[in-house]
């Protein structure tokens, strides 16, 4: 029933900026952390970003001090903010949440949701 939305990919020169969002919609009590990943062609996913439901933001040595993930709780969506890319970033980016959902108040269930994806490249 939990679904994550992603948008904001494109097509960028390198220096360029881009802004992800990555929206929740469903049954949803409350999100622990958020996260982005990506995953280029031949290679393995990776974690790009992280924070948690406290704020605390953790990211990849290869975007530190580039990129920046936020998060809105009252919208339930998080963001990650691109600037000074390059053309190593091209990747398909993934968001994903840990979410505790609940339809009646009472019982509860804890889940890892993805978005599809949302296609990122940097070329000149």
């Known amino acids: 029933q939990v679904q994550l939305v992603e948008s904001g990919g494109g097509l960028v020169q390198p220096g360029g900026s881009l802004r992800l969002s990555c929206a929740a919609s469903?049954?949803?009590?409350?999100?622990?952390?958020m996260g982005w990943y990506r995953q280029a062609p031949g290679k393995q996913r990776e974690l790009v970003a992280a924070?948690?439901?406290?704020?605390?933001?953790n990211y990849a040595d290869s975007v530190k001090g580039r990129f920046t993930i936020s998060r809105d709780n009252a919208k339930n969506t998080v963001y990650l903010q691109m600037n000074s890319l390059k053309p190593e970033d091209t990747a398909v980016y993934y968001c994903?949440?840990?979410?505790?959902?609940?339809?009646?108040?009472?019982?509860?269930?804890?889940?890892?949701?993805w978005g599809q994806g949302t296609q990122v490249t940097v070329s000149s």
């Open positions: 994903n949440a840990e979410i505790v959902t609940s339809r009646d108040g009472r019982h509860f269930a804890t889940g890892l949701y």
């Open positions: 924070i948690t439901s406290g704020g605390t933001t």
């Open positions: 469903g049954p949803i009590a409350s999100i622990n952390a």
